[in-house]
Each structure stands twice: as structure tokens, then as C-alpha cells.
């Protein structure tokens, strides 16, 4: 399990926030220090890999939230400004 786990923190810093359309400045994160934050009501976690990478993978950080990377308009204002919001 916790080598599930590393992994999937792991996707954070390989994918580290996907695209810099979200913006070029966007902090990032190591995976020691979310899995810190992890159990933080004030985390959320948002699982935004395409397609076959999200369906066909048998790693997915707990409590993550999945949304459409494509639909960034749909989502994006749902979720509080005063979290830190983790995208992988």
C-alpha cells in the first residue's frame, strides 16, 4: 500500500500540475510534503490525468477528486481559493 501510495504522490512531481496553462508561477510540491498535508481538511487533491492514464491506473491517491483536464471552465471556480489545491 505505501508503495502505491509513493507512487501516486510521485505522479504530482512528474506531472507537477499538468500544464502550465494553469498558471507558469504555480508552486510546486515535493512528494514528502504532501504526503505531510495529507488528512488536512484543508487539502484537495484533483486527479486531472487524461483518459487511459487515469482509468488504467491501479494508482490513485485516496480522496482525490477527479475532473476533466479539458473542461477546466466547468470545475475550476467549485473549489475554495483559501485551500491548497493539489493538482496531479
Not at 65 to 84: C, F, Q
Amino acid at each position: 500500500m505505501m508503495k502505491l501510495l509513493c507512487f501516486s504522490i510521485s505522479l504530482v512531481i512528474i506531472i507537477g500540475y499538468i500544464t502550465p496553462a494553469f498558471s507558469a508561477d504555480a508552486p510546486r510540491m515535493t512528494k514528502e510534503e504532501l504526503m505531510a498535508l495529507l488528512g488536512n481538511p484543508d487539502l484537495i487533491i484533483i486527479d486531472v490525468r487524461y483518459g487511459s492514464s487515469w482509468t488504467g491506473s491501479d494508482s490513485k491517491i485516496k480522496g482525490a477528486v477527479r475532473e476533466d483536464p479539458e473542461d477546466l471552465k466547468s470545475w475550476v471556480d467549485k473549489y475554495p481559493k483559501d485551500k491548497t489545491i493539489v493538482l496531479y
